[in-house]
């Protein structure tokens, strides 16, 4: 080999030798280089997952937020529409604490030309007890000149928020309005119980829940009015006609197996019905009243605590007839009290003495009932009105005779 070529080979194998001993070093500086890249690289996959992972819980979290949120909107929405087509009186059930019902028909029937009246509304606050009938606002107003339908508002305030039910007053022509009442039964019932749970002393007062619901129901599906109070005085009175097909509702002394089992059904058929308390401690009326609140139950007075059998021998059962006009007086502003109301009044035992029925008058009462067995009929005395008592195990055709 020529030396030079040698040499050049040698320079070359030099250079190359230096120049591996370089790459080593180079490689050695990359492969580190490269590692501390690698680890960096690492830490940053191993942060991302990190933050990945504390982010997937809370992003969970938040879709099952979102999810709830928007059922719940899309359910109330729907619970809404709902409520907007029920009835008034059922809506303002599932408004809260206050319940707020119409006396007498939820659809009032006046014939033209007839006076409007006023059957009011009540008020039951389920923590306080009875609103006074005279704070509830009444807004509308009737032309009973002219046939068609009249809305009036019944309003309470509570706090901030109101209460409402509506009635709808229907003015009818004649033609419309059909046969006039020539009488009206006042249903007189008691107490109400079940199968399973058969009072010992077991009487006319009580009737089979299922009795009472298949009598209700025969007053729902036939169309019965309901009059108020106040518009069964207007007609006793001879101020204004009613339907012929009527009836008023009334159960006496508020009775735990009324309230329990009754007021389930009056509701199921839509009857409005006049509870009549007795209003003192002793029967646990607050309670009662604030328990068993329903738009369809309009407690009314039977007396504070006038409902007690005397241990005289006056000839009567109870002691009210011993009573002085201004104990009676001050016992029937009482019972006022807790049912916050004074349209009707319901006589201890049926029994009555001039004095009761003047304090009954000089109280304000609109309508008094006795127990004594008769329709109302225009002109009898407001004070002393019959009533239909309704025999409990009687049958369902002497009770549909009784409505008639
Ligand atoms: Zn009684």
Redesign the pocket.
Known sequence: MPRKVRDEMDDRNFHVNEGDVMTEEARRKAASENLARRRQELRKQKKRRRVATRLILPGLILALILMFVIVRTLRSNHTERNEKTAEAVEKSKTEGEIIIGLKGSQVQLVLKGDPYIENGAFAIDTENGAIDQDEIKIKGKVDTETPGDYEVKYIVRDGWSKITATRTVRVLSKKEFGDKAKDVPVLMY?WVYTKKKVPKELDANWILKKDLDKQMAYLEENEFYYPGWKELRAWVDGEISIPAKCVVVTF??GKKEFLKYGIPVLEKHHVPATS?M?CWEDNDALRKLKKYASPYVDFES?TYAM?QKTTNNTGYKGVAPEMKPEEISADLAKAREVVGTNDAF?Y???ELTDDLVDAVRNQGFQCAVTTEYDRVRQGADPMKLPRVRVIGDGSFESWKASVY
């Open positions: 008691h006496d002394d009549f007795i039977h409902h319901a201890p035992y049926g």
